[in-house]
Structure formats: C-alpha cells, structure tokens
C-alpha cells in the first residue's frame, strides 16, 4: 500500500512539475521582445503566440472553456446567413455568454450602429481578407456625445476582430462646427485582439477606452487625436495615416492617465506614420500623465520636427512620458524634439517591446484562421 501511495504521489509531482515548466516557458516567451528586425516579426509572434492546444496551462480558465466549443454564426446581406443584421446577430448573443461566439461577416456594407455590452464576453467579428466587410455609421459628439458616437462600442471582455474594416463617415470637421468629433470603434473591454483591421475617419477615429489591448496589421486614418483614451495597447505593424485638417493642427495620439499608480500606456512598435498633412504631432497630453512610446517605428516627413506638444498646457511637460526608441524615417531627427521627450535607452524601452506588458500569455490567441 506504501508503494502504491508513493508512486501515485509521484505521478501528482511530475504533473505538476511538468505543468510548472510549461508555464515558465510560455511565460518566458512572452517576455521575449519584440525583434528589431522587422522581417523576424512575423516568424516571432508565430513562435511566441503558439494555438490554444499548447498553451492551456497558461491561459485564463474561461477563456479556455469558452474556446473549447465555439459557435458560429453568419451574417450575410444577401439572406444567405442566419442574419442579415449585426444588430440582429449581437441581439441573438444570449447575456452572459461564456463561449467563443464567432460572428462571420459576409462582405458588403453594414450601416448599423453597434454595441457589444458587458454581458457578452468572447465575442469574435470575422470577416474575409480579400474582401472586408464595412461596418459603417455617421455619429458625431454632437448628436451622441464623443465616446458614444462610435460606429461599434465593445465593453465585452475578450473580443477579437478579423479582417473588418470600421468608419465613421461624418463630415470632415471644417474647424467650425461644434460637436464633430465622429469615432470609429470605441473598444473598452479588457483583453481584445484587433488583426488586419483598418479604421477610418477624421477627428477621435480610434477610442482606446480601458483594457489591455492588441492592434496588430491594422490601418488607422484619423486628423486629430485619432488614437485617444486610457487604454493599456500594443500596436503592432500598424500604419498610422494622417489627414490633412481644416484646424491645421493634426495629433496621432492623446492619451489620459491623471497618476503614477495607473497603468495606462500607448506603444508602437514597427509602425509606419505617413499621410498628407503637414507638422503632424505623434502625441499631446489629453490629461496629466499620459505615457506614449514610438519604437522601431518609421516616421515619415509629415512629422513635426518638435515630434510632440503639449497643446496649450505648458505644466503637463514635466508629467507626461513621451519617448521614442530607434525609429527611422526623415520624421525621427531628434534634433528639434522638446525636452520632456525622452529618446529612450535599450533598458527604459524594454517593458514597451514585450508582449508581457499586456498579459499576453493570460489571453492572446494567433490570428483566427
């Protein structure tokens, strides 16, 4: 009886070490940073990113039990799906859900203005590469208020979006009328995944509300603020297009954080900054702290030569945290950038080129085939 009970407890202790050792592993690699050789990227996040069946031990339990038995539903504007709607399909999504529930898009345009509320977590927009579905409206601030003008808001936990383009085709903010602020997607559920997306409009195109977020092969198109929020994301291999403004005055990025105890953060790494507008600024101060860096990043003529401002706020220079890391193109000369933006060593870039800063080895999954 003695043997058998020591064998059996050795069974338990190799189990155990041997789970112990695949989370060391996973954890490990996700802590392998990002490379700076842009053609290693892609083989990286293959390598560091592995499919659900090999990283079970390291991932959050429910979103394992939701991935073990997905759902699929088609939405096709022709009749042929289940739905004709996105409201119809995000309706039919029972509160509560706890599995992964695939919402396959046919391509074609969806002028609908969406929500994915709280209550439904594990959501998946899935579309073709080769031909995108649109998900389009035209909410302004004025009619809805800034945040809530968003095309598609998502406050679901564990979203993921495939190959679906988002707009918001409110006119063109002229510098004079009021409330035209017009978001794109308003994403402010923890733990999303955002692949071969593109996102397009002018003022506030992009709000990255709260949660950890990953944007990876996307486009973004905005004038002013067009990135803006409290979010905690890594964007990745992403082109970041600016407009030209009627205001003449275009920003990327306005990030809010108001203390050194939140854990908001902006990071960019092997992005491409381009567009026709003229002096764009990659980032100002929306509140007191926020924390913004461009790494690897290619940043084209149509970058300011101070790179950054604080935009009437003077104080915020000595709060904010604006850096930037090896990046190249004729928009990376230091030479004219402020004194509050940090050019970045290899130590105090690290925690940015990691996937581990957004807990990806807890819920980041490979691209959904």
Sequence with gaps: MLKKITYMAAIQYASMAIIILLAKTTTSSNSQPIPSDKSKVESWFQNTIKPLAVRKSTLNSSLTA???????IKV?????????????????????NFQRLIIDIGPGKYVEKLTIDRSKPFVTLRGSPGNKPILSFDGTAKKFGTVYSAT?????????????????????PDGKM??????ALRIGGDKAAFYNCRFLGFQDT???DQGR?????????????????SGKSLYL???????ESHARVTVITAGARDSPNQDQVYSFVHCKVQGDAKGSFLGRPWTHMPRVVFAYTELGSNVHPEGWSTFNHPERAQTVSFGEYKCSGPGSN???????????????AQPYLSLQFIDASTWLLPHPK
């Design 237 to 243: 291999n992403t082109v970041l297009n600016v407009v």
């Design 178 to 183: 009021e409330g035209a602020q017009a978001v």
């Design 66 to 72: 939701a991935e073990a038995k997905p759902i699929i």
């Design 213 to 229: 977020h990953f944007f990876k092969d996307c486009y973004i198109q905005g004038t002013v603020d067009f990135i803006f929020g």
């Design 76 to 96: 096709r504007k022709d009749g042929s799906g289940k739905f004709k709607t996105l409201t119809e399909a995000i309706a039919s999504i029972p509160t509560g």
């Design 334 to 348: 230091f030479k004219g950038r402020p004194k509050f933006v940090k050019k970045l060593t290899d130590s105090q």
């Design 152 to 172: 598609l808001q998502v406050f679901g936990d564990f979203f993921v979006a495939s190959n679906i383009v988002f707009e918001n085709t409110a006119p063109k």
């Design 206 to 208: 992009v709000c990255d």
